[in-house]
């Protein structure tokens, strides 16, 4: 068989194995962008860059490779959401983005190196949401909104003591009145002890009507 298209089968064999392997972790955590899905992304983005090899070298191989980037995009956008109060879907769509170049760099010839990145990506996903446990352990960011008495003003000063008491950093803080209650809104940073710490503290207070967060 001719030389070039044993090596464009090598190529496919390779974007198969890497999309698959970073599939499977994502398949593992039922995410969006699952087993499948990752194969094809990270299949096509080499298909494209190896047809785009074989056209004009100059301009045609530079605009299909900005495209690729551009329309990986757009898919990664649609795996993000909105979850109550988070975003969710960041890493997903970061992944879709990161195999899509794990796919041109095997396009393009550069299996070695692409299988390395494979591997780093590997431990990012793997290792790393260990370190990022740990941190979530130390620090947490709660947004509390808070439902006291019409004239109750007392109460939003008890309420300040009682954050200012549990140790929890206030970043934004907004208060709206109406003819019956006033609602306080508090974006706080702390540990997860002084949040439930002050979770519970609020609760078993009289003058407050409703607590979310």
Not at 31 to 56: E, N, Q, Y
Not at 82 to 104: H, P, Q, V
Not at 188 to 203: A, R
Request: proline share 1%.
């Amino acid at each position: 068989m001719d030389q070039f298209f044993i090596e464009n089968l090598i190529k496919i064999g390779v974007a198969v194995f890497v999309g698959g392997v970073i599939g499977a972790e994502r398949e593992y955590l039922d995410k969006a962008a699952g087993f499948r899905t990752i194969i094809l992304i990270t299949l096509g983005s080499a298909l494209f860059t190896i047809f785009s090899l074989s056209m004009d070298a100059g301009f045609t191989q530079t605009r299909i490779a900005a495209n690729i980037v551009t329309g990986i995009g757009f898919l990664g956008a649609g795996a993000i959401v909105r979850d109550g109060g988070r975003i969710a879907g960041l890493t997903t769509a970061a992944t879709i983005w990161l195999s899509a170049a794990l796919g041109m760099g095997i396009g393009a010839g550069q299996i070695y190196f692409t299988l390395a990145a494979t591997l780093v990506t590997l431990l990012v996903l793997l290792v790393f949401p260990r370190f990022e446990a740990r941190i979530d352990t130390t620090r947490e960011a709660r947004t509390y909104r808070i439902v006291l008495g019409g004239n109750d003003f007392k109460a939003v000063e008890k309420v300040q003591r009682t954050v200012e008491e549990c140790s929890l950093r206030v970043f934004e803080h907004h208060q709206t009145k109406t003819e019956k209650s006033i609602i306080s809104s508090w974006k706080t940073i702390g540990s997860p002890k002084n949040h439930e710490k002050f979770v519970l503290m609020i609760l078993k207070d009289k003058g407050v009507r409703e607590l979310d967060y």
